[in-house]
């Protein structure tokens, strides 16, 4: 990820920390101010709308990999420098706009543009905070690596290849200049970013070699080719440099004095406001969390009774509950696809679900938008097993891509561990969640909305939250059939949104050993010894992330719950689902002030 000033934003394109949702930096049409004077816009709107445009160019300006992340390309050939110099640049552009927004009179805007107003607002307060109190720059040396934006600008089809090449070729004249200001940022790194930072870096070299290659594709001129030796060798030397810098730093870092991956509760309540937007506070989320918990192992013991003579015979029942459902679990895991069939079974599923959507009328769906299913980029993985990954706001029609970790050179234990995991009826609920109606739905239509600003800054918990949500929904229309199997499955995967809170808050804020984490996450979540290993990896790498699943998917059911009560007779799920993706990826707390608003007329 180039200079990532918010990662969390930045995320679409060159995220590593992905189901990423936040791989929804999405995509809209050209309008960069929104479609202006619809019908009933105030004068205060039309005003506002003049302020988004010159925002958003500013940003453009101030930002080159976050215009990028948009699908904006004018500017690909800069490499900013992850420098003092440019932080400081970008808090005194966040003071500014910050100020200019205070000029906009909130009470005159219509509900649209208020909350487009509040959103800017989110944005730059959150960038402030990054900059200036959360300073992953200083200990998180995975936040510098060329690879995202190089894949982006060879991969992504915004001007011919050969103009390609040659951005790509302007771009690695400050390679070196890159990695030496990172070095000078990193302060007091965590042991465990270092490390995965390390890692990390090979998919830095892979992309200058895929660039070697691009390029010798095309007639270069001689200029041009001077310029590409040179900078592939300079480009090499910096990345291999800054790697051995890591590596010299990694083994003078004492665990017991370095600092921690935890962030702790300060930090943390800071972050989660900052990025979920919840109309909860961390803790209040965490507490919901523990309820929900109990509520789904409650569930689960009922079916785990219904289905034990099918499944176990005659053995005799465990009076433990969560001994029961596991062993029930345990034994319909075995029900999987062999590693060769995964891509195949998961391209297979795609157009059953489609055709589940429409018989049944839950959602509008696009099918001219291709959606491709992918072995994961080398330089993103070691996160998660699966993500979507978007193409940028401004150019919708780009592939959206599948991404699913291969099992290269993984021991059989493991690749077994993980196809357990993903069993038959967990794999189809990965589907859901992923592609439809799940991210790649909720990107298409974000897509559609008249709301950059929203698809730019779109909320990571309603990202998450709304593929969570497309589970339940999906299995309350009956897809699986409605069988025993597939609901103890579904709330085996429910439960994981629900641990993933639990887990989050407890290793960051109380202090959770992995001993302990790994315990709680095969023994009250039901994973894998090979899903445990991978979230705890990704707990010590990220922090705040996994708590979107849980606190947007509870916002939204309890949104639509209200406008049930509310509307009795007339209320249309498919109806609910549509306005509620109209507004983009907004935070549900917006989403829900809207609705509501909408629903009294
Ligand atoms: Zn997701
Ligand atoms: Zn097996």
Known sequence: MPISFRPALIAALFSSVTCLGLSATVGLTQAVAAPASVAGSTRADQQFVKTKAAFLQALWQQDPDMAMAAGKYQDANKLVLPDQASRAAYVSFVDHWLAQLDKVNDEQLSAKEQTDLALIRNYLKGSHWYLTQFREFEWNPTQYNIAGSFDAILNTDFAPKAKRVRVAIQRLQNVPAYYLAAKASIKNPTPEHTRLAIKQSAGAISVLAELEKAAAAEKLDSKDKAALDEGLKNARAAVGDYVQFLEALEKTLDPATARSFRIGKELYEGKFAADIQSSFSAEQAYQRAIKAKEEAHRNMEKLADQLWDKTMGGQAKPADGVKKIAMVIDKLSENHVAAKDLYPEIRRQLPQLEKWIREHDLVSLDLKKPLVVRETPEYQRGVTV????????????????????????????????????????????????????????????????????????????????????????????????????????????????????????????????????????????????????????????????????????????????????????????????????????????????????????
């Open 386 to 601: 699966a993500s979507i990954e978007a193409p940028g706001i401004f150019r919708p029609n780009d592939k959206t891509y599948y991404n699913v970790t291969p099992f290269d050179g993984q021991p059989a234990e493991q690749v077994e561990s993980t196809l357990r995991e993903y069993n038959h009826w967990v794999l189809q609920v990965l589907n859901i969640h992923e592609a439809i109606p799940g991210h790649y739905t909720q990107l298409q239509h974000a897509n559609q909305s008249p709301s950059v600003i929203k698809t730019l800054f779109g909320n990571g918990a309603m990202v998450e939250g709304w593929a969570v949500y497309s589970e339940r929904m999906m299995l309350e229309s009956g897809y699986g059939g409605n069988t025993p199997e597939m609901w103890l499955m579904y709330y085996k995967w429910n439960l994981r949104a629900v641990c993933n809170t639990i887990l989050d808050y407890q290793v960051h804020v109380l202090g959770m050993t992995e001993a302990e984490a790994k315990d709680f996450l095969v023994n009250q979540a039901f994973q894998t010894k090979a899903e445990s290993d991978g979230k705890w990896l990704r707990v010590q790498y990220t922090s705040v992330q996994l708590t979107s699943y849980f606190s947007g998917y509870s916002e939204i059911l309890e949104l639509r719950e209200q406008l049930k009560k509310q509307q009795g007779d007339k209320f249309k799920l498919k109806q609910f689902h549509e306005q509620f993706l109209s507004y983009g990826s907004a935070p549900v707390g917006m989403i829900k002030k809207l609705m509501l608003k909408d629903a009294v007329k």
